[in-house]
């Protein structure tokens, strides 16, 4: 295997085995099997076209491994607000809330845009998150060797960058209150957001990205806007009580604005990022261009208990939803975390990282991963090699 994609270095902090502990998993492999109930959320433009290709890989690796799965579909997002007048019908949160663990394609997009009150597919987003209490969001971002010349980075700068932004993802400015839209002393229109948190919430998010990192290089960069704003000022200050909870990991701390400066002028600094809920959504799609596409990028939205949500990080991109045109490979590579995070079934997710790395250095591309020399394939033929490399790649450890 040309390289790991650094998706195995942090071990799954809760298991959701629902039948066997993951310690029999070697005496029990394919004769035995593990049944898993997958809740599935589509959601809108090119988010059902990725899930459908996941799906297929998640069963085939899943398969090898002894591994069943129960899906249900259940609506989402937009799809959701037309059939319901809900973006996150009840019965949707409810499965999700009882199954093993959830994949989310992406909601959103220009015909739910109109009216800036209105209820969105996003607000449904939210409510997920939020209803699941999956507040830690990680996302690695790795310059796969396959695609060095995806980057938008010079190859000795992007060359292997491999990072993981732990972002936190229930709290900051996406939920504190008030918000909404009013009239100021002028009586102007105007509209307005609450950043806030609590030390709780600051520390349970420190915590995981101290254990993340001490997996990794044992460097962990906060990043905040603790020179102007109160809620980074206490962020900076609760992360360095946690600190001292983990001494043999080294710590620093960094502003937004320059974070974002020096991600794209030297990524190799970073190990493990971590920061709040909104310049984690910022950060992350800047560092998903180091690695070649937000196409590229998946993600573990995880809590205490209860399943997991996993999902790509880009959106629903409306411009080419429709034509076969989306890489899969983030969501794909999400179902990989789903696996090792959610469920505790490692070998499973290896199968799926190699064979995506088997695709890729069989030369198959996507529009926004593609170089010359390449071979150009839509959605679903992309989907349809990794399924062969599946079954053709075995992890050297199965
Ligand atoms: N988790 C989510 O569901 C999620 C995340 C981000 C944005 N959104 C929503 O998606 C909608 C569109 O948002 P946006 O355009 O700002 O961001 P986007 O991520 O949907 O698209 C940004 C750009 O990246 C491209 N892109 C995204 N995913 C791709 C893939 N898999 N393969 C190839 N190209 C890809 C798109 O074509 C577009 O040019 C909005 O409604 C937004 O709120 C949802
Ligand atoms: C769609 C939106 C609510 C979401 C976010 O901001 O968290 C998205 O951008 C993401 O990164 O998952
Ligand atoms: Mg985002």
């Not at 998903?288 to 208990?305: H, Y």
Request: aromatic content about 6%.
């Amino acid at each position: 295997m040309a390289a790991s994609l650094q998706l195995i270095n942090l071990r799954p902090f809760r298991s959701h085995s629902t039948s066997l502990p993951n310690h029999h998993s070697k005496r029990l492999t394919i004769r035995c099997s593990k049944s898993y109930n997958i809740t599935l959320l589509p959601g809108d433009g090119i988010g059902p076209e990725v899930i459908s290709v996941a799906k297929k890989v998640l069963n085939l690796a899943g398969s090898l491994e002894g591994v069943e799965f129960k899906f249900k579909e259940m609506p989402m997002g937009g799809a959701a607000l037309d059939l319901t007048g809900v973006p996150l019908p009840e019965e949707t949160l409810n499965t999700a809330k009882e199954s093993d663990a959830v994949l989310l394609g992406a909601i959103g997009g220009y015909k739910w845009d109109k009216n800036e009150k209105h209820l969105k597919p996003e607000t449904g987003l939210l409510q997920l998150r939020e209803g699941l209490k999956v507040f830690a969001n990680l996302r690695p971002a790795s310059v796969l060797p396959e695609l060095v010349d995806a980057s938008t980075l010079k190859k000795e700068v992007a060359e292997g960058v491999d990072l993981m932004v732990v972002r936190e993802l229930t709290g900051g400015i996406y939920f504190g209150k008030p918000r909404g839209f009013g009239t100021n002393e002028n009586g102007e229109e105007i509209g307005f957001n609450t950043e806030v948190y609590a030390a709780y919430e600051i520390d349970r998010i420190a915590r995981i990205a101290f254990e993340t990192a001490r997996k990794r290089s044992g460097k962990l960069c906060s990043v905040d806007k603790a020179n102007v704003l109160e809620a980074s000022m206490f962020w900076r200050k609760r992360v360095i009580a946690i600190a001292a909870e983990y001494p043999d990991v080294e710590l620093t701390h960094m502003y937004v604005d320059n974070a974002a400066m020096q991600l794209v002028r030297n990524p190799k600094q970073f190990d493990t990022i971590v920061t709040n809920n909104i310049f984690g959504d910022i950060l992350s799609d800047e560092a998903s261009m180091i690695t070649g596409s937000i196409g590229m990028l998946p993600s573990a939205s995880l809590g205490e208990s209860g399943p997991g949500l996993f999902e790509p990080i880009h959106g629903s991109a409306p411009d080419i939803a429709g034509q076969d045109k989306a890489n899969p490979l983030a969501t794909i590579l999400s179902a990989a975390m789903l696996l090792k995070y959610g469920l505790g079934e490692v070998k499973a997710a290896e199968r799926i990282e190699l064979a995506v790395l088997d695709t890729l250095s069989r030369g198959f591309r996507t529009g926004d991963i593609y170089s010359v020399g390449n071979k150009l394939v839509g959605c679903k033929e992309m989907g349809e090699e990794v399924l062969k490399s599946v079954n053709t790649k075995t992890p050297a450890s199965v």
